[in-house]
């Protein structure tokens, strides 16, 4: 989140100067408040749209340095003032305590959750968001992490008076006609209803966000150029490009009086060229809820030439975002040092890999496409030396390796699981300190060496 941070007293004003890590886009806005007195200062507030944190007055000195396993002394040249627990003599105590007595309900921390990872990019056969909800509003003061919401982990939840689950994995995801014991997922979920706990599933949110899953992934074979596979698109409504001819600017005129009483909004845009002495060229934006009022209009209109274009306007990328990830590596590295690299960044003591046709271990890799979960469908096609993966087929497998890649299984979940910890860190900073945020313990792939 912050790879650098450091706090700096000048004149009675606080200034957090902040540099982010190159997968997040810079603070759109940055407002720090004037202090009244001296002693007492005003939380800085930072927005951005990216997984940049909003700081709320909880953001005390331990919270500015969520991802930095080094003390901040060894990176800044303040460290006299760095190391004295400025949130004391920074913050007034009165000011601490009613941060961390601040309380949350569950709408305002699936704001939160919105926020850093919107939930309009999950595919569209995904079942993502809240999925339990329960009737009898309480306060979120704890949250458990997990990939998969199995009976050990409800067990888990349920000892430590979990307020709200967040699963990875959707537990509900085909549509369900009744509530019976004889189901699994079925009696997880009224295992959730009756402890009252709120149940939400990110998902493939997660995978698709800049700086989600699949970008955590991928850096762990190490730094490089990283685009997206499948590139995600605004989820604003469609619009249509209507363009149609006039004779003079009374006739547009009467035209697009018609065609906003029609669509009952003053808001359609639209753009003319004079081209003597065929009157005006017009061209007319609506969304795509209006475009048949609007056809019927100008199909219908006396002023309007018998030419009527129609184009459906491509809906704008969003730039980092979507489902996969290719990385040209700044110094390639070989089979071995890749596998052995994934090793260490999934934390497991072993991997399944396919070299590639007439591939070796000591091969030289400069391009790596990777997909968390099961990924054939999004790697498929895509040109690279590595494929990285939870699960594939063996016949994709084969495909794979018959184009000379070579492919890193590590079973589905172990390909999503460590992210966890780093959205933990995301979300604490975003949290007052009376929301505990925990990591299951009980959560595992089910699938081991053995």
């Known amino acids: 989140m912050f790879s650098r941070c450091r706090t700096v007293l000048h004149t009675g004003r606080l200034f957090v100067l902040c540099r982010q890590l190159h997968l997040y886009k810079p603070y759109s806005t940055i407002s720090i408040k004037r202090p009244t007195t001296p002693s007492t200062f005003s939380c800085c507030h930072f927005h951005s749209s990216s997984l940049l944190p909003h700081c709320t007055c909880s953001c005390l000195y331990p919270s500015l340095y969520p991802f930095s396993s080094s003390s901040p002394s060894s990176h800044h040249p303040l460290p006299s003032l760095l190391s004295r627990k400025p949130h004391l003599s920074l913050f007034p105590r009165s000011l601490s305590s009613a941060c961390s007595a601040k309380v949350m309900d569950l709408k305002e921390v699936l704001d939160v959750l919105e926020q850093l990872a919107p939930l309009s990019l999950a595919e569209s056969w995904d079942n993502v968001g809240l999925l339990v909800e329960p009737s009898k509003p309480r306060p979120i003061k704890t949250i458990l992490l997990t990939n998969d919401l ?49 149940v939400y599933s990110p998902h493939t949110s997660w995978d698709s966000v800049k700086g989600g899953v699949n970008d955590w992934l991928i850096g762990g074979v190490g730094s490089g150029s990283v685009s997206v596979l499948s590139q995600a698109v605004s989820s604003a409504p469609q619009r249509h490009k209507l363009e149609f001819s006039v004779r003079n600017q009374e006739q547009l005129d009467a035209v697009m009086a018609d065609l906003r009483e029609k669509e009952a909004s003053s808001t359609l845009q639209h753009t003319t060229v004079r081209s003597e002495p065929d009157g005006y060229h017009v061209s007319v934006i609506c969304p795509g809820s209006a475009l048949t009022p609007c056809v019927q209009t100008l199909v219908g209109h006396a002023a309007v030439g018998p030419s009527l274009s129609i184009t459906q306007l491509q809906q704008s990328p969003l730039t980092g975002c979507g489902q996969g990830r290719l990385c040209v590596l700044n ?16 934390g497991l003591p072993h991997l399944r890999l396919a070299l590639g046709h007439e591939r070796s271990s000591e091969s030289l890799v400069s391009t790596v496409a990777v997909c968390a979960g099961s990924g054939a469908s999004v790697l498929q096609g895509v040109k690279a030396d590595l494929y990285i993966t939870g699960e594939m087929s063996h016949h994709e497998v084969l495909d794979a390796v018959a184009k000379g890649t070579s492919v890193i299984l590590s079973d589905h979940s172990n390909s999503e699981r460590g992210f966890l910890a780093m959205f933990r860190e995301r979300l604490t900073v975003r949290l007052p300190k009376s929301v505990t945020v925990a990591i299951s313990k009980s959560d595992r792939d089910p699938l081991e060496v053995v």
Not at 158 to 182: M, N, T, W
Not at 331 to 346: D, F
């Open 331 to 346: 110094e390639p590295v070989t089979v071995a040092t890749a596998v052995q690299r994934m090793k260490a960044h999934l």
């Open 150 to 198: 199995t009976m050990p982990v409800m067990d888990e939840a349920e000892a430590i008076g979990c307020d709200l689950i967040i699963s990875y994995h959707p537990p509900l995801f085909r549509p369900v006609k009744r509530l019976v014991q004889k189901d699994w997922k079925q009696r997880l979920a009224v295992r959730a209803v009756e402890g009252g706990m709120a």
